[in-house]
Structure formats: structure tokens, C-alpha cells
């Protein structure tokens, strides 16, 4: 796909610390950056400022309030989409995934321009145990929700997105505001037919990193999030189940 114009969104909430390194990183890729700030404080804001300000492929969008990264990440495709841009690669701003293992995506990307390309975390020795547990959770809900074993992991803070396809179904299912919109947006594409394909990405969990996940809240906002997407499933159940059979 010789047409294809793809840039990357990265969700920021007060990881001043880490933001200029994970750019620093990034610039390898030669793709222009869309920071969205999601209402982060003071020193954060400050930082993004001058990072926008210094590089000109760096670009900052900024939200009036914290809204939580799913928000974040649909503002960044839908500000995408709008400048023009064909995919946007989403990436998480601590800096925790391998940069190196991500020109794999933009050359799948060429090659199959209407698949959502999904990240699977390949972790080492730094990623705490109660995560990776907790982890296979998700997984296991979203395969009953999926009636379906293609999506591997759907938390992983690494994808391709075709914008051309994703934005119409954001403005139809927004997909969540907090941590359930990684998983949601996966089903989802499922459920309407889109194609997915996996990628290896080594992820490392850094020793200072910044951890937004609230225990009770975004616990809550998982369940309520697995229960709604159990109930469309049963919906569907039989035109996926038909999908399965169908060479």
C-alpha cells in the first residue's frame, strides 16, 4: 500500500518522566507523534509543551480534564483520521514496549492495510506476577465474548489501527473511556467481521514506571464492561458461530 500515511498516538497522563525518552525512542520509526494529554498536571503539561515545541513531528493534543486513557486514545485516531492519516500506531507512554520489535507492524501494515495489527506482549522478569494472572482473566472472558481464540491478548498497549475502518465504529461504539477500551475495541472489530492479526512485542515493566490502574474502580469498570459485551455476544452468538463454520 503505497498510499498509506501512518503516524503514532501515544495517551499521557503525568508520565513526565518518562515521555522523553519513550519520544526520544520513537523517533527511530520516522513518524510523525500525536501526544494527547490527558488532563496531567502541571509538570507534565509543561514537559509536553516544549517536547511540541522543539520537534516538529511532534504534535500535542490536549484534553480539558482527565478522562482516562481509553478517551485519550480516541482522541488521538479521530485527530488522526481527521489530519489525514491513513493508521495511527498506538503506543503507551511509559516506554515499557520494544521499539525495536515495532517496524514489524508498519510492514504488515503495507501488506494488509484493512487489519487491525495487535501487539502480544512478550514480557521478562520485570512484569509483577498478580498482572500477568490477572492478565489471562481478561483473556479468557474475551474469548467467550469472541466465541473465537484469534484475539491472543487484548490488553497490550501496542496496535495498528485502519483508521478508515476503526473511526466510523468508535463514533458508533465509543469503546469505553478508561482501561475496558483496549479490550472492547478489539471485540468489537471482531464481532463487525474486521481482521486481526498478532505481533510479538517485548514489553519490560520499568522500575520507576507510572501505574494509573485503580484496583476497585477499574475493576469495577472491567466487570460491568465483560457483562455488556457477554450480553451482545449471546446476540451474535449465532452469526458468529456461523462465522466459524464458514470456509
Known amino acids: 500500500m503505497t498510499d498509506a500515511r501512518a503516524c503514532i498516538v501515544v495517551p499521557v497522563f503525568n508520565h513526565e518522566g518518562a515521555i522523553v525518552g519513550t519520544c526520544e525512542r520513537l523517533k527511530a ?20 509543551d516544549k517536547l511540541a515545541l522543539r ?56 501488506e494488509t492495510p484493512r487489519t487491525l495489527l495487535v501487539g502480544i506482549p512478550e514480557f521478562d522478569d520485570s512484569v509483577p506476577m498478580h498482572r ?7 483473556h479468557v472472558w474475551v474469548w467467550f465474548n469472541t466465541l473465537s481464540l484469534k484475539i491472543v491478548d487484548s490488553m497490550c498497549g501496542v496496535r495498528l489501527y485502519p483508521l478508515a475502518q476503526v473511526a466510523p465504529m468508535l463514533k458508533r461504539y465509543p469503546c469505553g473511556d478508561r482501561m475496558d477500551f483496549d479490550t472492547e475495541v ?21 522500575q520507576d514506571g507510572v501505574s494509573h490502574f485503580r484496583l476497585w474502580r477499574d475493576n469495577v469498570i472491567l466487570a460491568r464492561m465483560h457483562c455488556r459485551l457477554t450480553l451482545g455476544m449471546l446476540v451474535r452468538a449465532p452469526s458468529l458461530l456461523f462465522r466459524k463454520r464458514t470456509p
Open 186 to 206: 478489539l471485540v468489537r472489530w471482531h464481532w463487525l467481521g474486521g481482521d486481526i492479526q498478532n505481533h510479538r512485542i517485548r514489553v519490560r515493566y520499568p
Open 29 to 48: 520509526l520516522s513518524l510523525p507523534i500525536l501526544l494527547v494529554d490527558d488532563g496531567s498536571h502541571a509538570i507534565c503539561a509543561d514537559v509536553l
Open 55 to 110: 520537534h516538529a513531528h511532534i504534535h500535542l493534543i490536549r484534553l480539558a480534564q482527565n478522562s482516562g486513557k481509553g478517551a485519550a486514545v480516541r482522541a488521538g485516531l479521530f485527530a488522526a483520521f481527521e489530519r489525514g492519516y491513513t493508521h495511527a500506531l498506538q503506543v503507551d507512554a511509559d516506554g515499557q514496549h520494544e521499539v525495536d520489535d515495532l517496524p514489524g507492524l508498519l510492514e504488515s501494515m503495507r
Open 132 to 138: 500477568f494472572i490477572c492478565r489471562y482473566i481478561t
